[in-house]
Every structure is written in C-alpha cells, then in structure tokens.
C-alpha cells in the first residue's frame, strides 16, 4: 500500500521588503528571489499557475504525517458504514 509523508509547520506572518532581493527570470520563466545579502534563494512565482512560493527551511518543531491509500471498498459497505440515509439527499 503506497504512503505519502508529510511535515506541517507555521511560520510567523512578517512583511518582506521586495527592496531586499534581486529579482530574475529562471530557465523556466519563473521569478525568484534571491537575498541581497547572501543570494539564498528565497521566492519563486510561477505566472502561469500563479502560484507563489516562499522557500524557508523544515522547523524542528514541525508535525510529521503519513497519508496511507485505503484498501477498496463497495460503494454500499462504504455509505453504511458512514451511516448514510436517503434523506441526506433532496432533489428538487
């Protein structure tokens, strides 16, 4: 049975000045962001899915989880067994 591992962690909310990072295009046409100071690489903006992603390291603290896929299950042993009733559903 195949898993998927997690960690989940929370950061602070802190404003980032845009004046503290070079900014540039990647191969694939991404912008990152890099510090000024020591060139980490710390954002990547994806235009296209406009997704923005702030890099930061695993905090100790973080919660790890595993996700497990479950065995197959027949649609009737499944809605039973979550107490399913007909009346859940109204159709109008």
Request: net charge negative.
């Amino acid at each position: 049975m195949k898993a998927f591992r997690f960690k989940v962690f929370e950061l602070p909310t802190i404003p980032f000045d845009p004046a503290d990072y070079k900014w540039s295009l990647n191969k694939g046409g991404n912008l990152e962001g890099h510090t000024n100071h020591a060139g980490d690489h710390t954002f990547t903006w994806q235009p296209n899915g406009g997704q923005f992603t702030i890099l930061r390291p695993v905090s100790g603290s973080a919660r790890s989880f595993e996700v497990k896929k479950p065995a197959p299950q027949e649609p009737e042993e499944l809605l039973e067994s979550i107490g399913y009733s007909q009346d859940w559903v109204t159709f109008l």
